[in-house]
């Protein structure tokens, strides 16, 4: 946590099929300040995901199967719920969403705790600088994604994918339900802006697996493309429906 604020951090990190990554990210969420609960969600792994996590000292939430990345953050959140009932977690706790695959540079993700802890913003979201790694994308998810925020919120973020965020308790009851799958940032995004809070974008110097340009890439990419529309169009349909539609799943 930022100096001089007292507010506690919970991690929510997703992870499927991760092990050879969770460790290190988990010691690298570890080393800011605040941070009093790890949750690793497994998304129904097929390798050691869950096993290397409860080792780190994780609270670990499995599920049987894959669900997408969005059900995992949610699973994150009931379990967060859980805690605050044991009285583990305090109420007032802003909520960090991790990628897992971020290794030892997930500690760069502290800069997102400050602004939140200090009200300066609702939710924070990670920029991340050029990977050294290229990606193979051509820019089309990410620029269906910018288009559809702007349209319907009037702002347009330079990295409308980036999963690392810190929400403020009311900025997760704005944002939950998540969007399905790779519409949960789109989702969220819109949500928030739409209850009337801040969003701040924070440079993090993160590094990431990019998306390559194997068939298994542009499958992911086509993933994406498709629950990003999807979440920008339940959106759109919901402003032209008006208030009584706002309960719509996605
Ligand atoms: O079914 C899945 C697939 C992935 N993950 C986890 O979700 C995170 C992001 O997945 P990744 O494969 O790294 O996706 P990317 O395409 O690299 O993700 C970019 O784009 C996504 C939105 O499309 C964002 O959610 C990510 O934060 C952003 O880094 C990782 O921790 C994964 O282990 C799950 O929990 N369940
Ligand atoms: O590689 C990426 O950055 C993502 O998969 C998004 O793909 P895009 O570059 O086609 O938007």
Redesign the pocket.
């Known amino acids: 946590m930022a100096a001089g604020s007292t507010l506690p951090v919970v991690v929510i990190?997703?992870?499927?099929?991760?092990a050879a990554?969770i460790a290190e990210?988990i010691a690298g969420v570890r080393h800011i300040p605040g941070v009093e609960v790890v949750i690793v969600?497994?998304?129904?792994?097929t390798d050691g995901?869950a096993r290397i996590a409860a080792h780190e000292g994780a609270e670990v939430v499995r599920h049987s199967r894959?669900?997408?990345?969005a059900?995992?953050?949610m699973s994150g959140l009931g379990r967060v719920t859980g805690l605050r009932r044991v009285g583990r977690l305090d109420d007032r706790a802003s909520v960090l969403?991790?990628?897992?695959?971020?290794e030892a540079s997930a500690q760069a993700v502290g800069a997102l705790v400050g602004p939140v802890a200090h009200g300066e913003a609702d939710m924070t979201i990670a920029t991340?600088p050029a990977q050294s790694t290229a990606g193979g994308g051509h820019g089309f998810?990410v620029g269906l994604?910018r288009r559809g925020i702007e349209e319907l919120t009037g702002w347009s973020p330079a990295q409308p994918?980036?999963?690392?965020r810190c929400l403020s308790p009311a900025a997760i009851e704005a944002a939950t339900p998540f969007a399905r799958?790779?519409?949960?940032?789109?989702g969220m995004t819109i949500d928030v802006l739409d209850a009337g809070l801040r969003i701040v974008e924070v440079p993090c110097d993160l590094h990431?697996?990019?998306?390559g340009t194997d068939w298994r890439s542009q499958v992911?990419?086509a993933?994406?493309y498709r629950?990003?529309a999807l979440a920008i169009g339940v959106r759109r349909l919901r402003r032209r429906l008006g208030p009584t539609a706002s309960g719509a799943d996605g």
């Not at 990190?13 to 991760?18: G, H, L, R, V």
């Not at 894959?66 to 990345?69: A, D, E, F, M, T």
């Not at 969403?97 to 971020?102: E, G, I, K, P, R």
């Not at 994918?161 to 690392?164: F, R």
């Open positions: 990190i997703p992870a499927k099929d991760e990554r990210t969600v497994d998304d129904g792994s995901t894959n669900y997408g990345k059900d995992a953050m969403f991790v990628d897992a695959d971020l991340l998810v994604a994918l980036s999963g690392m799958g790779w519409g949960v940032e789109v990431h697996r990019v998306t992911h990419r993933a994406q629950d990003v």
